[in-house]
C-alpha cells in the first residue's frame, strides 16, 4: 500500500481515497441509467398495454418516456462531467 | 433519372473533399501514435463529433427510419438501445482506458497481467466483432447502392473497399477522425433538415404528426408491438447487447486515445451521447414523417426492407435534389463507418498481435507502421471479398452479433480488469473467448440461423434439446463470461496482477507517469 511514485511525496491511501470516491460516483450514475433503461425495457417486454396508454390523440406513454430515457442519458453524463471538472480534477491536482 | 445524377454528383463532392483531407493527413502520418491516435491532438469537440461520426452507421438513418415507417414505435426501440450504452462508456470506461492504454483497449485488460495470452485473446474477440460488422456494413452498402444509385452490387462492395483503404493507408487516424466529423455533420444536417420539412406539414408539432400518423394506421402505431422483437427476455436481452455492446465496441473505445487527455476523453464521449441522442429524435420523426408524408406501402414496395423510407421522404418533401443528397450522405455514413472499423482492426493486428505478441513489445516504429499498412490492405481486401461473397444475406443478424460479441467478450474483462484487483490472466483469457464463443454458438441455435439463414421450419427445430429460442444471446453469454471470469479469478491467484493493481489505480487517476508508456510496460514484462 505504501508505492510512492518517484518526485511526488503522497503515500497511496489518499490515490485509493480519490479512486474509491470516482467508483462510488460512477458506479451509481451507471445503476441509475441501468435502472431507467431497463425499467423502460421491462415495461416493453413485460407490460405492453400499460406503456401503450394512450394519453391525449397523437401522445402514448411510449412516446413519452423514450425520450425521456435518450434525454435522462444525456442528463447523467451531463452530472459526471461537470462533478468530474470540478470535484474529480481538483482532487486530482491535490495528489499531483 | 435526375436524381441519380445528383445523388453522384454530391457523393463525387464528398469523395473529392475527403480525399483532399488524406492527403493533407497522410503528410502528417509518420509515426504510429499518428496512425492509430492522430497524434492525440484531436480536441473533444472534433472528436465528439467523430464518434458520432463512427457509430451512426447507415443502419442509423435508413434501417431505424424503415422500422418506424413500417412499426411506428417500435424503431425506438433500437434508437434508445443504441444511446444507453454512452454513458456507461462514460461513467466507468473511458478515463481509466484514456490514462491506462496506448491504442486499444487490450492494453488495459494486459496492463498487469501476461501480455501475451491477453492481448492474443483480446484479438480473437476484437476481430470478431469487426469482422462480423464490417461484413454487415460492406452488405448493407452494396444492397443500398444499387437501390439507390443502380450501381452493381459487386462494385460498389469495391468502390466502398477501396475508397476506405485509401483513407486509413494514407491518412490513418487524423484522416478517418476528419472524415468521420465532415459525414457527421452532413447527416446531421441532413437529418435536422428533413426532420424540420416533416414538422412544417404539421405546424411544427410533434403531436399532430403522431396524432395523423395514428389516424392513418390506427393507435397501434404509437404502442409497442411485438414485430420487432418477439419474446419477452428476448426484449431484455437485446437491450443488455445495444447497451453493453456499444459500451465494448473497439472502434469507439479506439478514439479514447485521439485526444490530449483524460479530461479530453470524458469530454468527447459527452458531445457524441448528445449529437447521437440528438439525431435519434429526429429519425423518429422522419419515419413517422415517411408514415404519414410517404405511405408505409409505398415504403415497403420500393424495396431494401423498408430502408428507403427516409430518401422516398427526402424526395416527398424536399424533391429532387434533396434526394440525391440524401442518399449520397447515406453512402458517404458507410464508407467513414468501414474506414473506422478497419483502423481499429488494423491496431489489434498491429499494436496487440505483431507488436506485442510476436515481436514481445519490441518493434521499430518504421516496422510497426509497414505492418500497419499491411495490415490495412489485406483487411480491406478481406471485407470486399467477404461483402461480396455474402451478398443478400440478413446483415441485422450480423450486426446484433457484433454487439452481442463485445457485450460478452470485451465488456466483462474491461470492467474487471480496472476494478477488481484479484482479476488474473486466466480469468481475462478464459472470460474474452467464452464470451466469444457462446455467442457464436447461441446465434447458430438460434432461429436467426436455423430458421432465416438454413431455412428449417420453426416446427422442425423448436423441440429439439440444443434449440435456443432467443435472437439476442447477451442475456446468456455475458453473465457467462463474468462468471468465468470471477471463478477463474478466485481459484487462481497471480502475485504480480495482484501487487500492480495499486499502480494502475494511480495510473488510472493521474496519468502516464511517463510519456513513454512502452518503457513501463518492458520493465513490468521483465519482471
Redesign the interface.
Known amino acids: 500500500?505504501n508505492?510512492v511514485?518517484?518526485g511526488n511525496t503522497d503515500p497511496?491511501p489518499s490515490?485509493?481515497a480519490?479512486?474509491k470516491k470516482?467508483?462510488i460516483?460512477?458506479?451509481v450514475?451507471?445503476a441509475a441509467?441501468?435502472v431507467?433503461?431497463?425499467g423502460?425495457?421491462?415495461l416493453?417486454?413485460?407490460d405492453?398495454p400499460l406503456?401503450?396508454t394512450?394519453l391525449?390523440?397523437?401522445?402514448?406513454l411510449?412516446?413519452v418516456l423514450?425520450?425521456l430515457?435518450?434525454?435522462s442519458?444525456?442528463a447523467?453524463?451531463?452530472v459526471?462531467?461537470l462533478w468530474?471538472?470540478r470535484v474529480f480534477?481538483a482532487g486530482?491536482r491535490n495528489?499531483? | 433519372m435526375g436524381s441519380s445524377t445528383l445523388s453522384i454528383g454530391f457523393f463525387f463532392a464528398f469523395m473529392a473533399l475527403t480525399l483532399a483531407i488524406t492527403y493533407w493527413a497522410a503528410r502528417r502520418t509518420r509515426t504510429t501514435e499518428h496512425f492509430f491516435a492522430a497524434g492525440g491532438q484531436v480536441t473533444p469537440w472534433q472528436n465528439g463529433w467523430a464518434l458520432a461520426g463512427d457509430f451512426l452507421s447507415a443502419a442509423a438513418l435508413l434501417g431505424i427510419a424503415g422500422i418506424v415507417t413500417s412499426n411506428g414505435?417500435d424503431g425506438?426501440?433500437y434508437?434508445?438501445g443504441w444511446?444507453?450504452g454512452?454513458?456507461?462508456i462514460?461513467?466507468?470506461i473511458v478515463?481509466p482506458l484514456r490514462n491506462v492504454g496506448r491504442f486499444t483497449f487490450a492494453d488495459v485488460v494486459a496492463y498487469r497481467l501476461r501480455q501475451r495470452p491477453v492481448r492474443l485473446a483480446g484479438a480473437v474477440g476484437t476481430l470478431a466483432v469487426i469482422l462480423f460488422y464490417l461484413i454487415a456494413q460492406m452488405v448493407a452498402t452494396g444492397s443500398l447502392i444499387k437501390l439507390l444509385f443502380g450501381l452493381p452490387y459487386t462494385w460498389s462492395v469495391v468502390v466502398v473497399g477501396s475508397v476506405m483503404l485509401v483513407y486509413v493507408l494514407f491518412g490513418g487516424m487524423l484522416a478517418t477522425t476528419w472524415v468521420q466529423v465532415v459525414k457527421a455533420a452532413l447527416l446531421m444536417g441532413g437529418g435536422i433538415l428533413l426532420a424540420f420539412l416533416v414538422l412544417t406539414h404539421f405546424d411544427m408539432n410533434p403531436?399532430?404528426?403522431?396524432?395523423?400518423?395514428?389516424e392513418k394506421y390506427g393507435?397501434k402505431v404509437?404502442?409497442?408491438?411485438?414485430k420487432v422483437?418477439s419474446g419477452?427476455?428476448d426484449?431484455?436481452s437485446l437491450?443488455l447487447g445495444l447497451?453493453f455492446g456499444t459500451a465494448a465496441m473497439p472502434h469507439v473505445l479506439m478514439r479514447a486515445y485521439t485526444v490530449k487527455d483524460a479530461?479530453a476523453a470524458?469530454?468527447s464521449?459527452?458531445y457524441a451521447?448528445?449529437l447521437i441522442?440528438v439525431f435519434?429524435?429526429m429519425v423518429?420523426i422522419i419515419g413517422f414523417g415517411a408514415m404519414v408524408l410517404v405511405d408505409a406501402d409505398a415504403v415497403a414496395k420500393a424495396g431494401g426492407g423498408g430502408n428507403m423510407a427516409a430518401p422516398l421522404l427526402a424526395l416527398t418533401v424536399g424533391g429532387n435534389a434533396f434526394f440525391g443528397f440524401i442518399c449520397a450522405v447515406a453512402f458517404a455514413t458507410m464508407l467513414a463507418v468501414v474506414a473506422g472499423l478497419t483502423l481499429s482492426g488494423v491496431a489489434t493486428l498491429c499494436h496487440d498481435v505483431w507488436t506485442n505478441v510476436i515481436r514481445n513489445g519490441s518493434a521499430s516504429e518504421a516496422e510497426q507502421l509497414k505492418v500497419a499498412r499491411v495490415a490495412t490492405v489485406m483487411i480491406s481486401i478481406f471485407a470486399i471479398f467477404l461483402g461480396i461473397a455474402f451478398e443478400g444475406q440478413n446483415v441485422a443478424f450480423m450486426a446484433g452479433l457484433a454487439f452481442s460479441i463485445a457485450c460478452a467478450a470485451n465488456f466483462p474483462s474491461l470492467v474487471l480488469a480496472i476494478?477488481w484487483r484479484r482479476f488474473t490472466t486466466p480469468a481475462a483469457v478464459a472470460s474474452i473467448l467464452v464470451g466469444t464463443l457462446s455467442s457464436l454458438v447461441l446465434i447458430y441455435l438460434s432461429p436467426t440461423i436455423q430458421v432465416d439463414i438454413l431455412g428449417k421450419p420453426l416446427a422442425a427445430v423448436e423441440h429439439q434439446w440444443w434449440f435456443v429460442s432467443l435472437r439476442n444471446p447477451a442475456i446468456i453469454s455475458m453473465p457467462l463470461s463474468f462468471a468465468v471470469a470471477i471463478l477463474l479469478s478466485l481459484v487462481t491467484t497471480e502475485k504480480n496482477a495482484n501487487l500492480a493493481f495499486?499502480?494502475m489505480?494511480?495510473r488510472?487517476?493521474?496519468g502516464p507517469?511517463q510519456p513513454s508508456t512502452d518503457a513501463q510496460g518492458q520493465t513490468r514484462n521483465a519482471a
Open positions: 500500500m508505492v511514485i518517484p497511496a490515490v485509493s480519490l479512486a470516482r467508483l460516483v460512477a458506479l450514475l451507471s441509467m441501468i431507467i433503461y431497463f423502460f425495457m421491462g416493453f417486454a413485460f405492453k406503456l401503450g394512450i391525449v390523440p397523437g401522445l402514448s411510449c412516446i423514450g425520450p430515457v435518450i434525454i442519458s444525456f447523467l453524463c451531463l459526471y462531467v468530474a471538472n480534477d486530482i495528489l499531483r | 414505435f425506438m426501440i434508437s434508445i444511446l444507453v454512452w454513458p456507461i462514460l461513467f466507468l478515463e403531436l399532430k404528426l403522431f396524432a395523423a400518423a395514428s393507435t404509437l404502442q409497442p408491438g411485438s422483437v419477452q427476455w426484449a431484455i437491450g447497451m479530461k470524458r469530454l464521449i459527452l451521447t448528445g441522442g435519434h429524435l423518429f476494478t495499486d499502480e489505480q494511480r488510472i487517476l493521474l507517469v
